[in-house]
């Protein structure tokens, strides 16, 4: 079966700190995947999904960046992180129309 | 362009009592819908989906939707809800075959004992 994994599950940083996060999914090859921000507990905005590695289509011009150096893994980046960058990051991957979500990271840019 | 709308912040039921959160969708040829359910700081869960076929689609949970091409709804129902059934439920639908979810606002579910 598939899964997916994201860490960390927490993280607090610093305005202006770099920023990590790292989404895996085991059971499936070539999947699409998909980084998702959720702010104060409401909806979610696309920011960046991957058709395959080193392919990344950016939704939202902002200072966060992706990368997908192997088939399953995929990375949200930033260089210099921002209040506004506070929220519930979600990576997903999909398969014959549907989406599985992974656990989430919680970041706050304090 | 593809749109979903939620129009409902927040739901409260009683508990026994049958549910129903709303969700109409803007698309340009046959929709692919979905619901997905989220408790607190966890990822989402995917309820149930309306690809093509019958209008009333049943998931997980007990939960059901019920799809109507001519009103652009895919309405998620339960005929008697649960106190663990309070959480955010979000309603998508893909922008084009494959790619990503657009989801709509989500709408928070609070049942009652």
């Known amino acids: 079966s598939q899964t997916i994994h994201q860490w960390p599950a927490t993280l607090v940083q610093p305005v202006g700190s770099p920023l990590s996060l790292e989404c895996t999914v085991e059971?499936?090859?070539?999947?699409?995947l998909y980084w998702y921000r959720q702010a104060a507990g409401r909806g979610l905005q696309l920011l960046f999904y991957s058709v395959g590695i080193g392919q990344i289509s950016s939704e939202v011009p902002q200072n966060l960046s992706a990368s997908r150096p192997q088939d399953r893994q995929f990375i949200l980046s930033s260089k210099k992180l921002l209040l506004s960058d506070s929220g519930f990051y979600l990576c997903?991957?999909?398969?014959?129309?549907?989406?599985?979500f992974g656990p989430g990271t919680r970041l706050t840019v304090l | 362009a593809q749109s979903v709308a939620q129009p409902e912040d927040q739901v409260k039921v009683a508990e026994g009592n049958p549910l129903t959160v709303k969700c109409t969708y803007s698309?340009?040829?046959?929709?692919?819908l979905f619901w997905y359910v989220q408790y607190p700081n966890r990822g989402l869960q995917f309820l149930l989906k309306?690809?093509?076929?019958?209008?009333l689609v049943k998931g997980s949970y007990g939960f059901e939707a019920e799809f109507n091409k001519s009103q652009t709804s895919f309405h998620l129902k339960k005929p008697s809800a649960l106190v663990s059934d309070s959480a955010l439920y979000f309603c998508?639908?893909?922008?084009?075959?494959?790619?990503?979810?657009?989801f709509g606002k989500g709408t928070t579910l609070s049942v009652s004992s």
């Open positions: 998508a639908v893909f922008r084009q075959a494959g790619t990503a979810l657009i």
């Open positions: 309306y690809i093509t076929g019958d209008n």
């Open positions: 698309v340009s040829g046959n929709p692919y």
């Open positions: 059971g499936t090859s070539n999947p699409n």
């Open positions: 997903a991957w999909s398969r014959q129309n549907e989406q599985f």
